[in-house]
């Protein structure tokens, strides 16, 4: 994942991680507003005008992950696309990742998320499938 500094990582875009999430993974009341590779972010939908993407970014325990919600839907394909290149570095891969059913953890109905492991290559299908 990217550092999360510059322009289209601060204020207004930067938010404080909401405090729920913050007490469910362990962030203090101090360490709200995130740093170079965690926090919360708002950015106007690339392609629906008057509509927010919220995105939570995290780097921890050997992954990076991003978190993409919408009030009353969930992303569309080219908003997903959009945040990786927003979070990811140009020739990193990241995934979305579909567990089974019993290890879903539903926290909001409209969130896609992201994934990139650091340790480990991503394997990929033949270009032909892609």
């Not at 991003?66 to 990241?94: G, Q, T």
């Not at 979305?96 to 059913?101: A, D, R, S, W, Y």
Request: proline share 11%; aromatic share 10%; with cysteine.
């Amino acid at each position: 994942m990217r550092e999360l500094i510059g322009p289209i990582f601060c204020t207004p875009y930067r938010i404080p991680i909401p405090k729920q999430y913050a007490n469910m993974i362990g962030i203090s009341e101090s360490e709200r507003m995130g740093d170079e590779y965690n926090g919360a972010f708002l950015y106007d939908s690339p392609v629906r005008n008057g509509e927010l993407l919220r995105a939570l970014a995290r780097s921890s325990n050997g992954w990076d992950h991003v978190s993409v919600s919408l009030l009353d839907r969930c992303p569309s394909w080219e908003e997903m696309e959009w945040i990786k290149h927003l979070f990811f570095l140009p020739n990193e891969i990241a995934f979305q990742l579909h567990v089974p059913i019993k290890e879903h953890i539903n926290s909001h109905p409209y969130t896609l998320h992201l994934w990139r492991p650091h340790h480990i290559p991503i394997p990929l299908p033949p270009s032909t499938m892609v």
